[in-house]
């Protein structure tokens, strides 16, 4: 078992250090489990600014270290090795180099961002460019979005409205709309840049309404390709059963199915 240290307004986890140490004496107490660990989720709490979540993450990092040093000095850890973990994907970088408190037997951390996997067009893009400007990283060498959902136009009913196969059933809208990436019109090899003018203005079900300046722009036409990048990937890993896995030129090369 791992002991949760929450934060006030956020999901579980204890919100004092005295409640923290009560549940820490109960889980050596009890004969049906075995405290292992000290875990945190900081993500609810990450403003994507860093004067804001750097001394929010030290402070949260600190009081997870408080809590594994008094289990530690009690004695009350079950496992010859403490797990010390931190689960965000938005400001993980203030928080993996707090995972090894000094402790009288080895530590491990365990860092859960999980969007990491494929990045995304929206919330995280958002997020990790804080990241990556605390962490000196030039642009293109931070996470790039991998998660991508392609749809065929199936309606141009008028000027400036596109009708696109693909909706709530399809990709995440939580946490923003899904943004054109890029599209290949009928028949073609190869994805082109969508216009920077296209967006996605509300989704149905089933379908997206894409909208663009009529004058402007003739649009696409019924049968092109719209790739759609989307914003917290989560709720899209949840709405298929298997995903392909595509190369620079959109070849399928292998499939990964979903267990989400």
């Known amino acids: 078992m791992l002991l949760e240290i929450g934060i006030p307004g956020g999901r579980t986890g204890c919100r004092t250090h005295d409640e923290a140490v009560a549940l820490a004496a109960a889980l050596h107490a009890s004969a049906a489990v075995k405290l292992v660990g000290i875990e945190c989720y900081e993500g609810l709490g990450a403003k994507g600014r860093s004067e804001d979540d750097e001394p929010y993450a030290a402070s949260l990092m600190e009081r997870v270290t408080r809590i594994a040093q008094h289990c530690d000095a009690q004695g009350w850890f079950a496992a010859d090795e403490v797990i010390v973990s931190a689960g965000g994907s938005a400001i993980f970088d203030l928080v993996a180099g707090r995972m090894r408190p000094a402790l009288s037997r080895p530590v491990r951390g365990l860092l859960r961002s999980g969007c990491y996997v494929t990045h995304d067009h929206g919330l995280y893009k958002r ?134």
């Open 127 to 260: 997020m990790v460019a804080a990241v990556d400007h605390r962490l000196c990283c030039a642009p293109g060498e931070g996470l790039r979005p991998a998660l991508e959902v392609w749809a065929c136009v199936q309606s141009c009913p008028e000027p400036g409205l596109a009708l696109i196969a693909a909706g709530r059933r399809d990709l995440s809208f939580d946490a923003g709309l899904p943004v054109p990436i890029a599209y290949a019109p009928r028949g073609a090899l190869q994805a082109q840049p969508a216009p920077a003018g296209w967006q996605i203005a509300a989704l149905q079900d089933q379908h997206a309404y894409l909208r663009w300046d009529a004058a402007q722009d003739s649009g696409p036409q019924v049968g092109d390709r719209i790739g759609l990048g989307i914003s917290h990937p989560c709720t899209t890993f949840d709405k298929w059963h298997w995903m392909p896995i595509v190369d620079a030129d959109y070849a399928v090369r292998d499939a990964v199915a979903m267990h989400f």
